[in-house]
């Protein structure tokens, strides 16, 4: 593995004179254990290429294990023992069935897409990718720090004594009087370095749970309608006194476990974690006098039209990884006045994707 700066450019910085090789091995394995270090935490740098089998099982996303990626070499999906290469299409276009999207390169976030560019489930139980990982373009080869200018820099090496220029200290690597890492100005030399900055310090990722729950009550408002005779209505959680005929509450999300999933230093940003939850969405169909069976029927009409909205846009807009409606339950009963009938079903709507 290259390295991320070079012999001459750390002795510059330490203000070590080129001709003097007395302290090159022990700079040269500073540079080479600092490289791996840097990258654990950042992702790769120096540009590589990668390869990796991904078990898809019906997702319609995979996330690539060593983001940012430069470029998506190749893409093959296997069905059994036939194998599908798949080609880019982009947003806007179409090609054929066998279409991908790099949504988020800086994740690593890989989209199946249809013929006509919609999202879609990956047709195999696996499939291999070929791409270059690293950044677009390396930081400079050069270390930030005092020029030759100020040769008081570092403490000069004495006869007798360990020069404090190059010392241990928990936790990591301290080079001479403790530089900063990355400087804060644009205009340093070192400026290049801000992307592994940003990458160690941006904001945790977010859950998808509220954006999820938005929308779903968006898409069912958008998509569900009355029967002619009788109101229906959408709520986002309890529908308090506003109670009609036939009411739908997207309501409690339940059952979330999250677990890493892209092991890189202090894991911030997208893609770090994986989480799993459920959330519930109630029909309730009520009708006057002695119809069960309409009642039923109403409401397992609705139910159905519940599930294939959701199986229609299984990633949400593309909030989230996968969406598919997995368990169910109904109550039909009599109103508690004895006036009508009253049917009751809970669907839950299981989610996953990384945040």
């Given at each position: 593995?290259?390295d991320?700066?070079?012999?001459?450019?750390?002795?510059?910085?330490?203000?070590?004179?080129?001709?003097?090789?007395?302290?090159?091995?022990?700079?040269?394995?500073?540079?080479?254990?600092?490289?791996?270090?840097?990258?654990?935490?950042?992702?790769?740098?120096?540009?590589r290429?990668?390869?990796?089998?991904?078990?898809?099982?019906?997702?319609?996303?995979?996330?690539?294990?060593?983001?940012p990626?430069?470029?998506?070499?190749?893409?093959?999906?296997?069905?059994?023992?036939?194998?599908?290469?798949?080609?880019?299409?982009?947003?806007?276009?179409?090609?054929?069935?066998?279409g991908?999207?790099?949504?988020?390169p800086?994740?690593g976030?890989?989209?199946?897409?249809?013929?006509?560019?919609?999202?879609?489930?990956?047709?195999?139980?696996?499939?291999?990718?070929?791409?270059?990982?690293?950044?677009?373009?390396?930081?400079?080869?050069?270390?930030?720090?005092?020029?030759?200018?100020?040769p008081?820099?570092?403490?000069?090496?004495?006869?007798?004594?360990?020069?404090?220029?190059?010392?241990?200290?928990?936790g990591?690597?301290?080079?001479?009087?403790?530089?900063?890492?990355?400087?804060?100005?644009?205009?340093?030399?070192?400026?290049?370095?801000?992307?592994?900055?940003?990458?160690?310090?941006?904001?945790?990722?977010?859950?998808?749970?509220?954006?999820?729950?938005?929308?779903?009550?968006?898409?069912?408002?958008?998509?569900?309608q009355?029967?002619?005779?009788?109101?229906?209505?959408?709520?986002?959680?309890?529908?308090?006194?506003?109670?009609?005929?036939?009411?739908?509450?997207?309501?409690?999300?339940?059952?979330?476990?999250?677990?890493?999933?892209?092991?890189?230093?202090?894991?911030?940003?997208?893609?770090?974690?994986?989480?799993?939850?459920?959330?519930?969405?109630?029909?309730?169909?009520?009708?006057?006098?002695?119809?069960?069976?309409?009642v039923?029927?109403?409401?397992?009409?609705?139910?159905?039209?519940?599930?294939?909205?959701?199986?229609?846009?299984?990633?949400?807009?593309?909030?989230?990884?996968?969406?598919?409606?997995?368990?169910?339950?109904?109550?039909?009963?009599?109103?508690?006045?004895?006036?009508?009938?009253?049917?009751?079903?809970?669907?839950g709507?299981?989610?996953?994707?990384?945040?």
């Open positions: 593995m290259p991320l700066v070079d012999l001459a450019a750390v002795k510059d910085a330490l203000n070590i004179d080129q001709g003097d090789t007395t302290h090159d091995p022990e700079i040269q394995r500073y540079i080479a254990a600092a490289t791996p270090q840097i990258e654990y935490i950042t992702g790769p740098v120096l540009p290429p990668v390869t990796e089998t991904h078990r898809c099982w019906g997702s319609s996303r995979i996330v690539l294990r060593q983001p990626v430069l470029s998506v070499n190749s893409v093959v999906e296997y069905l059994g023992l036939s194998a599908y290469t798949l080609s880019a299409q982009a947003p806007g276009t179409t090609l054929n069935n066998y991908y999207v790099m949504d988020f800086e994740t976030v890989l989209r199946r897409v249809s013929s006509v560019g919609t999202e879609m489930s990956f047709l195999g139980n696996a499939v291999v990718v070929g791409y270059t990982a690293g950044l677009v373009s390396t930081p400079p080869r050069r270390l930030p720090g005092r020029t030759r200018g100020h008081r820099s570092v403490p000069a090496i004495t006869a007798g004594r360990r020069r404090p220029a190059l010392r241990r200290r928990r990591g690597l301290l080079l001479g009087r403790a530089h900063p890492a990355v400087p804060a100005g644009a205009g340093d030399p070192g400026a290049g370095c801000a992307y592994a900055v940003h990458r160690m310090t941006a904001p945790l990722g977010t859950t998808t749970v509220p954006a999820a729950k938005a929308y779903l009550f968006t898409l069912l408002t958008t998509q569900l009355g029967d002619g005779r009788t109101s229906l209505k959408v709520f986002y959680d309890d529908p308090g006194t506003d109670i009609l005929d036939d009411i739908v509450v997207v309501g409690k999300m339940a059952n979330r476990v999250s677990k890493p999933f892209t092991m890189r230093g202090s894991m911030t940003g997208r893609g770090s974690m994986w989480e799993t939850y459920d959330i519930e969405v109630v029909v309730s169909c009520y009708r006057g006098g002695d119809q069960p069976q309409h039923y029927e109403r409401a397992w009409l609705l139910a159905t039209q519940i599930e294939s909205a959701v199986r229609a846009d299984p990633s949400l807009g593309g909030l989230v990884t996968l969406a598919f409606p997995a368990h169910s339950s109904d109550d039909p009963k009599e109103e508690s006045e004895q006036m009508g009938r009253l049917v009751d079903i809970t669907l709507i299981t989610i996953e994707s990384d945040f």
